[in-house]
C-alpha cells in the first residue's frame, strides 16, 4: 500500500482535494440544487413519458435513487460518480503510457474543476453521461484492440448516453473510424474482416438500446421518436438566423419567421422556449397543419436556404468553448446558472419559487437551503482559480489531433487511434451541441474526453509508444487458429508454397521498425553451405515494421492481430516447416543477440550432436539492465533445473536454434512467457539439448514489452511450472493410463 502511495501520490492529493470539495458542495446547498430541467426530470420520474423535452435515461436512474434517499442522496451519489470518473480517466490514461503527472491533470480537471462540482450537486444528468462515456472508452481502449464483444458493449453504452442525452449520438463517428483504424486492420484483407465483424457488434449493440427506447416511445405516442425535442430545437436555432424576406415562406410559415431584424433578435433559448413553448403561438392553423410539423418544415427551409449563415453561427458558438474565462455573450444563456450563488438559485422567477421548498419536502422532509459561508468559499474559489481554461482544452484537442494524424513520433507510436478516438468524441460533442446552441453547461463533457485525448497525443508526440497488450492468462487456441490461417493464407499469396531454405531464422516483431533494419542488415547470408532465410512474422504491429524487415530482404508475413510473441514464433516455425525448413533459428528484433554467432549456434546441430541448441549468457557474457532480472534468470535457471533433473544455465535466451519437425511438435500455448514453454516442452520429449557461450548485449533500440520486471517474473514461474506440470506430470499420466 505504501508503495501505491508513493507512485501516485500526486493522484492521492487531488482526490484528497476533489472529496473536500464536493464535501463543502454537498453541504453548501442542501438537499441538492435544482436547476430548471430539475422539475421536468421529476415531473417525469412515476409517468417515463418518452415525448417530454429530456430523454429517459436520467429518469431511470433517479428512480431508484429517490426512493432509496431523495434528492440528498441522489446528489452524493453523483459526487462519488465524479470521483470514479476521475479515477478510471487516470488509470485509462497510464494504460497508455501518459505520464504520471499528466494523468493525475487529466484526473485533476474533473476532481476540481467548480462547474463539474456544481453539476454533480444539481439534479441533472451530465455526470451520467460522462460515466456512460468513460466507459465506453475504457471498454474500446482499456485492453488494446478491442474484439466484438468488448465492441458490442461499447455500442451499448453508447446507445444509453444518448438516451441521457441525445447529443450522445454524434460520437458514433469518431467510434466507428476508431474501429476501423484501431491496431492497423485496415491495413490488409484480414484486418478488414475484423473491422466488419467488431463494427457490426457495436452498431448492433447500439442499435438494440435507440431501437428498443423508439419502439417504446411508439407504443406509448403512436408514432416513431426518441424526444418531444427535435421541433424546439431545430426551430430555436434556425428562427435566429432566418432571413425571412428572402426565403419561400407561404403564408402560414411566414407566422413562424420573427419580424424581429436578424441583428437584434434574442437567443435560441428564447425562440426555443419561450417561444415554441408557448401553447398560444403562433395561433389557429390551417387543418391538418400542427406546429410541430410547420416548425420542422420552417426548419428546414432555413437549413436548405442559409447553409453558410448557419455554418457561421455553429462555428462562432463552438469557438466560444476555448475562451479564456467563462463569461456571458449576448443572448446566450447566463454562465451563472452554473456558477455557486450566495443564496439558493430561483432563476428570477423562471420557476415558481415555491416549487423548490415543496420538491424538496416531498422527496427529504427539509426545505431548500444554502449555507452563505460555504456558498462565498466555494463561489470565490470557482471564479478565481477553479476552472478549466478555454486554451487548456484547445491546446488538448491540438495536441490529440496532431497525433492521430501521426504528426512526428505519433505516427510510431500505437497512440493515433486511441488520439483519435478521445480527441475527435470530445470535439464533435462541442461542435453537435453548438449546432443546437452554446452553454457553458455543455461544454462538461468534453471535459473527460479532450484532457485525455491531449494526454494520449503528448504522450505519442514525445515518442512514448503504447505497451504490447497485456496476455498473461490468456492461453492461445491451439494452431492454426483464424489469425493464423489469415496469415499464412496472405504469405503463401506473396511468396509461394516454398519461399525459404534449409537454414530459416525466425524473427517475431511488433513495432520494431527503428531497430529491426539494423538486425537485418547484420544477418549472415550463408552458414556453412547453408543460404539462410529470414522470415519476419509482425506480430499485429502498427508501425512500419513489415515495411522496413521487407526493404532489409526478408520474408514477411503479417499476423492481422496481436497475440503476443509466442504466437508469432509458433506461426513462424510453421511457416517455416511447410516451406522446406529443416532447420529453425530464433533471434529477436530488438538487437539484443550477436547474429555473427549463427555458425557457432549451428554447428552441434549440422553435427548430429543435438536437435535443439540454445545460447547462455552465463556461460558466455552478459550486459545487465537490472539487478532483478539479472537475479531472474539465475532463478529460474535453478527452478528449471530442479524440474527437469538436468543442468540448465538459461532458461529465457532468445537465440535459439532447432530442428524444424521438433519446433512444430512441441505444445505452445503461451503467448507472452513462451520461452520456458518451448524449453521444458522439448526436453519432455527427450530432444537432445545443447547450452553453448553466447552473449547478449543491451537492446539496441527501444523499450522492453515485457513490463515490470516482478510482474514478469511471476508469470515466467507460472508457465514455467505449468509447463512441468502439463509436460512432465500429465502427459505421462496419459501415456501411463493408455498402456494399462
Same mark, same amino acid.
Given at each position: 500500500?505504501?508503495?501505491?502511495?508513493?507512485?501516485?501520490?500526486? @493522484?492521492?492529493?487531488?482526490?484528497?482535494?476533489?472529496?473536500?470539495?464536493?464535501?463543502?458542495?454537498?453541504?453548501?446547498?442542501?438537499?441538492?440544487?435544482?436547476?430548471?430541467?430539475?422539475?421536468?426530470?421529476?415531473?417525469?420520474?412515476?409517468?417515463?413519458?418518452?415525448?417530454?423535452?429530456?430523454?429517459?435515461?436520467?429518469? @431511470?436512474?433517479?428512480?431508484?435513487?429517490?426512493?432509496?434517499?431523495?434528492?440528498?442522496?441522489?446528489?452524493?451519489?453523483?459526487?462519488?460518480?465524479?470521483?470514479?470518473?476521475?479515477?478510471?480517466?487516470?488509470?485509462?490514461?497510464?494504460?497508455?503510457?501518459?505520464?504520471?503527472?499528466?494523468?493525475?491533470?487529466?484526473? *485533476?480537471?474533473?476532481?476540481?474543476?467548480?462547474?463539474?462540482?456544481?453539476?454533480?450537486?444539481?439534479?441533472?444528468?451530465?455526470? /451520467?453521461?460522462?460515466?456512460?462515456?468513460?466507459?465506453? @472508452?475504457?471498454?474500446?481502449?482499456?485492453?488494446?484492440?478491442?474484439?466484438?464483444?468488448?465492441?458490442?458493449?461499447?455500442?451499448?453504452?453508447?446507445?444509453?448516453?444518448?438516451?441521457?442525452?441525445?447529443?450522445?449520438?454524434?460520437?458514433?463517428?469518431?467510434?466507428?473510424?476508431?474501429?476501423?483504424?484501431?491496431?492497423?486492420?485496415?491495413?490488409?484483407?484480414?484486418?478488414?474482416?475484423?473491422?466488419?465483424?467488431?463494427?457490426?457488434?457495436?452498431?448492433?449493440?447500439?442499435?438494440?438500446?435507440?431501437?428498443?427506447?423508439?419502439?417504446?416511445?411508439?407504443?406509448?405516442?403512436?408514432?416513431?421518436?426518441?424526444?418531444?425535442?427535435?421541433?424546439?430545437?431545430?426551430?430555436?436555432?434556425?428562427?435566429?438566423?432566418?432571413?425571412?424576406?428572402?426565403?419561400?415562406?407561404?403564408?402560414?410559415? +411566414?407566422?413562424?419567421?420573427?419580424?424581429?431584424?436578424?441583428?437584434?433578435?434574442?437567443?435560441?433559448?428564447?425562440?426555443?422556449?419561450?417561444?415554441?413553448?408557448?401553447?398560444?403561438?403562433?395561433?389557429?392553423?390551417?387543418?391538418?397543419?400542427?406546429?410541430?410539423?410547420?416548425?420542422?418544415?420552417?426548419?428546414?427551409?432555413?437549413?436548405?436556404?442559409?447553409?453558410?449563415?448557419?455554418?457561421?453561427?455553429?462555428? %462562432?458558438?463552438?469557438? %466560444?468553448?476555448?475562451?479564456?474565462? +467563462?463569461?456571458?455573450?449576448?443572448?446566450?444563456?447566463?454562465?451563472?446558472?452554473?456558477?455557486?450563488?450566495?443564496?439558493?438559485?430561483?432563476?428570477?422567477?423562471?420557476?415558481?419559487?415555491?416549487?423548490?421548498?415543496?420538491?424538496?419536502?416531498?422527496?427529504?422532509?427539509?426545505?431548500?437551503?444554502?449555507?452563505?459561508?460555504?456558498?462565498?468559499?466555494?463561489?470565490?474559489?470557482?471564479?478565481?482559480?477553479?476552472?478549466?481554461?478555454?486554451?487548456?482544452?484547445?491546446?488538448?484537442?491540438?495536441?490529440?489531433?496532431?497525433?492521430?494524424?501521426?504528426?512526428?513520433?505519433?505516427?510510431?507510436?500505437?497512440?493515433?487511434?486511441?488520439?483519435?478516438?478521445?480527441?475527435?468524441?470530445?470535439?464533435?460533442?462541442?461542435?453537435?451541441?453548438?449546432?443546437?446552441?452554446?452553454?457553458?453547461?455543455?461544454?462538461?463533457?468534453?471535459?473527460?474526453?479532450?484532457?485525455?485525448?491531449?494526454?494520449?497525443?503528448?504522450?505519442?508526440?514525445?515518442?512514448?509508444?503504447?505497451?504490447?497488450?497485456?496476455?498473461?492468462?490468456? %492461453?492461445?487456441?491451439?494452431?492454426?487458429?483464424?489469425?493464423? +490461417?489469415?496469415?499464412?493464407?496472405?504469405?503463401?499469396?506473396?511468396?509461394?508454397?516454398?519461399?525459404?531454405?534449409?537454414?530459416?531464422?525466425?524473427?517475431?516483431?511488433?513495432?520494431?521498425?527503428? *531497430?529491426?533494419?539494423?538486425?537485418?542488415?547484420?544477418?549472415?547470408?550463408?552458414?556453412?553451405?547453408?543460404?539462410?532465410?529470414?522470415?519476419?512474422?509482425?506480430?499485429?504491429?502498427?508501425?512500419?515494421?513489415?515495411?522496413?524487415?521487407?526493404?532489409?530482404?526478408?520474408?514477411?508475413?503479417?499476423?492481422?492481430?496481436?497475440?503476443?510473441?509466442?504466437?508469432?514464433?509458433?506461426?513462424?516455425?510453421?511457416?517455416?516447416?511447410?516451406?522446406?525448413?529443416?532447420?529453425?533459428?530464433?533471434?529477436?528484433?530488438?538487437?539484443?543477440?550477436?547474429?555473427?554467432?549463427?555458425?557457432?549456434?549451428?554447428?552441434?546441430?549440422?553435427?548430429?550432436?543435438?536437435?535443439?541448441?540454445?545460447?547462455?549468457?552465463?556461460?558466455?557474457?552478459?550486459?545487465?539492465?537490472?539487478?532483478?532480472? /539479472?537475479?531472474?534468470?539465475?532463478?529460474?535457471?535453478?527452478?528449471?533445473?530442479?524440474?527437469?533433473?538436468?543442468?540448465?544455465?538459461?532458461?529465457?535466451?532468445?537465440?535459439?536454434?532447432?530442428?524444424?519437425?521438433?519446433?512444430?511438435?512441441?505444445?505452445?500455448?503461451?503467448?507472452?512467457?513462451?520461452?520456458?514453454?518451448?524449453?521444458?516442452?522439448?526436453?519432455?520429449?527427450?530432444?537432445?539439448?545443447?547450452?553453448?557461450?553466447?552473449?547478449?548485449?543491451?537492446?539496441?533500440?527501444?523499450?522492453?514489452?515485457?513490463?515490470?520486471?516482478?510482474?514478469?517474473?511471476?508469470?515466467?514461474?507460472?508457465?514455467?511450472?505449468?509447463? /512441468?506440470?502439463?509436460?512432465?506430470?500429465?502427459?505421462?499420466?496419459?501415456?501411463?493410463?493408455?498402456?494399462?
Amino acid at each position: 500500500m505504501t508503495g501505491l502511495l508513493r507512485r501516485h501520490w500526486l @493522484l492521492c492529493l487531488l482526490l484528497v482535494a476533489g472529496i473536500t470539495l464536493r464535501v463543502l458542495v454537498w453541504l453548501a446547498y442542501q438537499p441538492a440544487l435544482l436547476y430548471i430541467d430539475s422539475f421536468r426530470y421529476l415531473a417525469n420520474v412515476d409517468a417515463l413519458r418518452p415525448d417530454h423535452l429530456n430523454p429517459l435515461g436520467y429518469d @431511470l436512474v433517479l428512480a431508484p435513487l429517490l426512493a432509496i434517499g431523495g434528492l440528498a442522496f441522489t446528489a452524493a451519489v453523483q459526487h462519488v460518480l465524479g470521483l470514479a470518473v476521475a479515477v478510471a480517466l487516470y488509470a485509462l490514461a497510464l494504460r497508455h503510457n501518459v505520464p504520471r503527472w499528466v494523468a493525475a491533470i487529466v484526473a *485533476g480537471i474533473v476532481l476540481l474543476d467548480g462547474y463539474q462540482l456544481q453539476i454533480e450537486q444539481n439534479i441533472m444528468s451530465e455526470i /451520467w453521461f460522462q460515466a456512460l462515456l468513460v466507459g465506453m @472508452l475504457w471498454l474500446l481502449l482499456g485492453r488494446g484492440e478491442p474484439n466484438w464483444r468488448r465492441s458490442a458493449v461499447a455500442g451499448l453504452l453508447l446507445g444509453a448516453a444518448m438516451m441521457t442525452r441525445t447529443i450522445g449520438v454524434t460520437i458514433l463517428v469518431p467510434v466507428v473510424l476508431y474501429l476501423i483504424v484501431a491496431g492497423g486492420a485496415w491495413r490488409n484483407r484480414a484486418g478488414w474482416h475484423r473491422i466488419a465483424v467488431r463494427g457490426t457488434a457495436c452498431l448492433l449493440g447500439f442499435a438494440v438500446v435507440v431501437g428498443s427506447y423508439a419502439g417504446y416511445f411508439r407504443s406509448v405516442t403512436g408514432e416513431w421518436g426518441l424526444t418531444g425535442a427535435s421541433s424546439h430545437v431545430l426551430y430555436g436555432r434556425m428562427a435566429t438566423i432566418a432571413k425571412c424576406d428572402q426565403l419561400p415562406l407561404d403564408e402560414t410559415l +411566414k407566422r413562424f419567421c420573427p419580424s424581429t431584424p436578424v441583428e437584434e433578435r434574442k437567443g435560441v433559448d428564447y425562440y426555443t422556449h419561450f417561444v415554441y413553448g408557448d401553447s398560444d403561438w403562433p395561433g389557429a392553423l390551417p387543418p391538418g397543419r400542427s406546429k410541430q410539423q410547420l416548425a420542422d418544415e420552417f426548419g428546414m427551409i432555413v437549413l436548405r436556404n442559409q447553409p453558410v449563415d448557419l455554418a457561421v453561427a455553429v462555428l %462562432k458558438d463552438f469557438a %466560444k468553448n476555448f475562451a479564456p474565462t +467563462k463569461t456571458t455573450s449576448p443572448n446566450d444563456v447566463p454562465v451563472d446558472r452554473w456558477q455557486f450563488q450566495l443564496e439558493y438559485p430561483d432563476f428570477d422567477g423562471a420557476i415558481d419559487p415555491a416549487a423548490f421548498d415543496k420538491t424538496a419536502l416531498i422527496h427529504d422532509g427539509v426545505r431548500t437551503s444554502a449555507d452563505e459561508d460555504l456558498a462565498r468559499f466555494l463561489r470565490d474559489y470557482q471564479l478565481s482559480v477553479g476552472y478549466t481554461p478555454g486554451p487548456l482544452l484547445a491546446l488538448a484537442g491540438l495536441l490529440g489531433l496532431a497525433a492521430a494524424a501521426g504528426v512526428g513520433r505519433a505516427r510510431r507510436s500505437g497512440l493515433r487511434s486511441a488520439a483519435l478516438l478521445t480527441t475527435g468524441s470530445g470535439l464533435i460533442i462541442l461542435l453537435g451541441s453548438a449546432a443546437f446552441e452554446f452553454s457553458w453547461r455543455y461544454q462538461l463533457p468534453a471535459l473527460v474526453l479532450l484532457p485525455l485525448g491531449g494526454a494520449i497525443g503528448l504522450t505519442a508526440l514525445l515518442g512514448r509508444r503504447m505497451p504490447a497488450p497485456a496476455r498473461r492468462r490468456v %492461453k492461445l487456441a491451439a494452431f492454426p487458429d483464424d489469425v493464423d +490461417k489469415a496469415a499464412m493464407r496472405e504469405f503463401r499469396e506473396r511468396y509461394g508454397d516454398s519461399p525459404l531454405s534449409q537454414l530459416v531464422v525466425v524473427i517475431a516483431a511488433y513495432n520494431e521498425a527503428d *531497430g529491426i533494419g539494423t538486425v537485418l542488415r547484420n544477418m549472415p547470408t550463408r552458414c556453412g553451405e547453408l543460404p539462410v532465410s529470414v522470415l519476419v512474422v509482425v506480430d499485429g504491429a502498427t508501425d512500419d515494421t513489415a515495411k522496413v524487415a521487407a526493404e532489409n530482404g526478408a520474408l514477411v508475413c503479417v499476423a492481422p492481430r496481436n497475440r503476443g510473441q509466442g504466437a508469432a514464433l509458433r506461426l513462424g516455425y510453421h511457416l517455416a516447416a511447410a516451406g522446406g525448413a529443416d532447420y529453425v533459428v530464433t533471434t529477436d528484433a530488438d538487437g539484443q543477440y550477436d547474429n555473427a554467432e549463427l555458425p557457432l549456434l549451428m554447428r552441434p546441430l549440422l553435427d548430429g550432436r543435438a536437435d535443439f541448441v540454445t545460447g547462455s549468457r552465463r556461460l558466455g557474457s552478459e550486459q545487465a539492465d537490472s539487478r532483478v532480472r /539479472w537475479l531472474g534468470v539465475r532463478v529460474f535457471a535453478g527452478l528449471a533445473s530442479i524440474l527437469t533433473w538436468r543442468r540448465i544455465t538459461d532458461t529465457s535466451f532468445g537465440f535459439r536454434a532447432m530442428r524444424a519437425e521438433l519446433a512444430c511438435s512441441v505444445t505452445l500455448r503461451e503467448p507472452q512467457y513462451q520461452s520456458s514453454e518451448l524449453l521444458l516442452g522439448v526436453l519432455a520429449r527427450r530432444a537432445r539439448v545443447v547450452e553453448l557461450p553466447m552473449s547478449m548485449r543491451l537492446r539496441g533500440n527501444g523499450k522492453s514489452k515485457k513490463g515490470h520486471s516482478l510482474v514478469y517474473g511471476a508469470n515466467y514461474a507460472r508457465v514455467m511450472t505449468g509447463t /512441468w506440470l502439463r509436460e512432465y506430470v500429465l502427459r505421462r499420466l496419459r501415456r501411463h493410463s493408455v498402456r494399462h
